[in-house]
């Protein structure tokens, strides 16, 4: 069983940073950020392979988040730089249940989730 514990959130203007972190348990695995922005559907954000060498982006963040890790600490970070007020939602850790090259952005494919912390993106 993976437990995973989110960080990081809070309230911010827009062009804003603000860095996520995702403390995570077991061994290093494929990871993921997900996001349910209010009244939607919860969406793929980005991922990365076990080893950081492969990373995928939704288009709506490229160039702006940046996904990574730290094995000696067993985290995951998302590092969000020039946010909008469309970023704002409840971000989500995601921990597969293999670590390989493949970076999926589907739902199914993460078997454990941390709980969630808010950003909020005011304009």
């Known amino acids: 069983q993976v437990q995973l514990v989110e960080s990081g959130g809070g309230l911010v203007q827009a062009g804003s940073s603000l860095r996520l972190s995702c403390a995570a348990s077991?061994?290093?695995?494929?990871m993921g950020w997900f996001r349910q922005p209010p009244g939607k559907e919860r969406e793929f954000v980005a991922g990365l392979s076990s080893s950081g060498g492969s990373t995928y982006y939704a288009d709506s963040v490229k160039g702006r988040f940046t996904i990574s890790r730290d094995n000696a600490k067993n985290t995951v970070y998302l590092q969000m730089n020039s946010l909008k007020p469309e970023d704002t939602a409840v971000y989500y850790c995601a921990a597969a249940d293999y670590g390989n090259w493949y970076v999926s952005a589907r739902e199914k494919d993460y078997a454990y989730w941390g709980q969630g912390t808010q950003v909020t993106v005011s304009s």
């Open positions: 077991g061994r290093a695995v494929n």
